[in-house]
């Protein structure tokens, strides 16, 4: 099941997995691109390792994962206890 987090003005979004029983949470970042259709990243708490990723800059995903840091304590949370 994944959550949503974020939709930024660009509709971007950001959305992440319940707390999974091997203690981690996915973290996944869409934007719609009219060329390829979306561009994504997905990474996992709470190491920050990127397993996907598709489309982005290195600006855009130093971005992203600073985001994703920066809210990493607020999305473990939510993910233990439904997204809410």
């Given at each position: 099941?994944?959550?949503p987090f974020i939709?930024?003005?660009d509709e971007t979004e950001l959305t992440h997995s319940e707390y999974l029983p091997s203690g981690q949470v996915r973290?996944?970042?869409e934007t719609p691109d009219a060329e390829d259709?979306?561009?994504y990243l997905e990474c996992r708490l709470p190491d920050f390792n990127i397993t996907e990723l598709f489309g982005y800059s290195d600006d855009e995903v130093k971005m992203y994962m600073e985001i994703i840091r920066s809210k990493a304590d607020l999305i473990m949370y939510y993910s233990k206890n439904?997204?809410?």
């Open positions: 099941m994944m959550y939709t930024f003005d973290v996944h970042v259709g979306f561009h439904g997204g809410k």
